[in-house]
């Protein structure tokens, strides 16, 4: 068990303050919600308040602030920034609720709700919200990170559907931020906000009417990959809007829970979410089938309540090295040195998978909050399994090198909720256009110039 620091104020007030529990050092239940789900990862708090309401989150920001302590804020534990070390860590995984308004196509969803119960709630009534590639991470953050899933192209980010957000100050106050309510902060927290300027209870979010999808994966022999990226680039040229695909140089690992085709073995794929009517879905990968019969074909209309099909994303926590770049092209050079990366020729690879995203559509044409990077088209995702420390270093300096070699083939654009930790707090600027990074510091500044919600987003002005 994790040793944690003393708790540096007593905990009777905020208890009896609290509807949810109240856990100080080696209490059962503390260590486990300060994890993140990067096992990588951990916070050290003195004192976690697992909130069940608003008045929770309200007591829990006020006893923080009076005993000069920092807040931590996790749901899931996924976009881990930076540990608390003695601080106060608000776990918001039992504020938990979605109300859905069919007939104004928009759900109120609670702070700590993962995507699961909004995507199941909207479904029944034929819509969809702009979850990502899993059901399994916390709504909220998701949605303050920007939110680039399987309907972007189509309907543009999870930032571009948000009609308002219920939050507590750090301050220790109850406030609405909507376009019409203190719109500056609003814009703040569409894209900037996750963990770093205030905590959200609940956000009221458009849905979208989506209900069955063209979706799936055809999965080519590792040896065709660099014809099959090439063949990727030229294609996403001719596509509509309505199909946001990606194409993955994937090695699955040998574990059980792999399908027995897939285990231990090494794929590129083409994967995608068709979003219009979907008897045309089939015309738009048919291109595909008549190039080259793929090994596994797993594409065909679905649900899409079933999108976590789609990338089938691991749910257990799980130790991971993980880093993103903004691509201006998928050429040659590009093509070449992720295949040389992903597919080692000289033992075990070292990365879990590259994945390359199409974005533009919808996502370019968004105006929405402070997100940075929409003039991108091509979003590299880079992911490596570190189940040892000797693994981790290892997966990092290759993806540094990657990285360094692809270095004049990106934006400089970084899309944060890609990065954990060390990385994802100093590559912030990288996040923003320089002006939207001033507006920002200058949002941060007005509600938390004293640094009390410390663990997001590096948004300092010093």
């Not at 897939?262 to 190039?291: D, K």
Request: charge should be negative.
């Amino acid at each position: 068990m994790t040793q944690l620091l003393p708790t540096p104020a007593p905990l009777d007030d905020l208890r009896a303050a609290c509807t949810g529990a109240v856990l100080g050092p080696d209490e059962p239940g503390l260590a486990e919600a300060a994890r993140a789900w990067n096992v990588r990862h951990t916070h050290r708090p003195a004192v976690v308040v697992r909130a069940e309401t608003p008045d929770d989150v309200v007591a829990a920001v006020r006893h923080a602030r009076r005993h000069d302590m920092e807040v931590a804020v996790q749901t899931t534990g996924h976009g881990f920034a930076r540990a608390t070390e003695g601080g106060l860590l608000l776990d918001l995984s039992t504020l938990v609720g979605v109300t859905v308004d069919a007939e104004a196509r928009s759900a109120r969803v609670l702070g700590g709700t993962t995507w699961e119960p909004v995507l199941a709630a909207a479904s029944e009534v034929g819509l969809a919200p702009l979850l990502g590639s899993t059901p399994h991470v916390g709504a909220v953050g998701y949605t303050m990170g920007g939110g680039m899933g399987w309907l972007a192209r189509h309907h543009g980010l999870a930032i571009d559907h948000v009609r308002s957000f219920e939050l507590v100050t750090p301050a220790g106050e109850v406030q609405v931020a909507s376009a019409d309510s203190d719109p500056e902060l609003f814009w703040a927290l569409l894209g900037g906000g996750a963990g770093g300027l205030g905590v959200v209870t609940a956000m009221t979010i458009d849905l979208v009417p989506v209900s069955t999808v063209y979706a799936g994966n055809l999965l080519y022999p590792a040896a065709m990959a660099a014809e099959v990226v090439a063949r990727y680039a030229e294609w996403i040229e001719t596509v509509p809007e309505e199909l946001t695909t990606s194409v993955v140089l994937m090695n699955f690992p040998p574990f059980p829970d792999v399908p027995e085709p897939l285990r231990g073995q090494s794929f590129v794929i083409v994967r995608g979410c068709w979003s219009g009517p979907v008897e045309e879905g089939e015309q738009w990968l048919r291109p595909w089938r008549e190039w080259a019969e793929p090994a596994i074909d797993m594409f065909g209309p679905m649900p899409f309540s079933a999108a976590a099909t789609i990338s089938n994303d691991p749910v257990d926590p799980l130790p991971a090295a993980l880093s993103t770049e903004w691509l201006t092209d998928l050429g040659p050079d590009v093509a070449g040195r992720l295949v040389d990366a992903a597919f080692a020729a000289d033992g075990p690879p070292l990365l879990l998978f590259a994945e390359v995203r199409h974005a533009g559509g919808a996502v370019a044409r968004g105006t929405a909050g402070a997100f940075g990077g929409r003039e991108g088209e091509l979003l590299l995702c880079l992911v490596a399994a570190t189940p040892t420390d000797e693994a981790a270093a290892a997966s990092e300096a290759h993806i540094r090198a990657l990285r360094h070699g692809l270095a004049d083939h990106t934006l400089g654009r970084a899309y944060l909720s890609f990065c954990d930790g060390e990385e994802r707090r100093a590559r912030t600027a990288e996040g923003f256009a320089p002006d939207d990074l001033t507006r920002l510091q200058q949002v941060k500044a007005r509600v938390d110039g004293d640094e009390v919600l410390g663990c997001g987003l590096d948004l300092t002005t010093g």
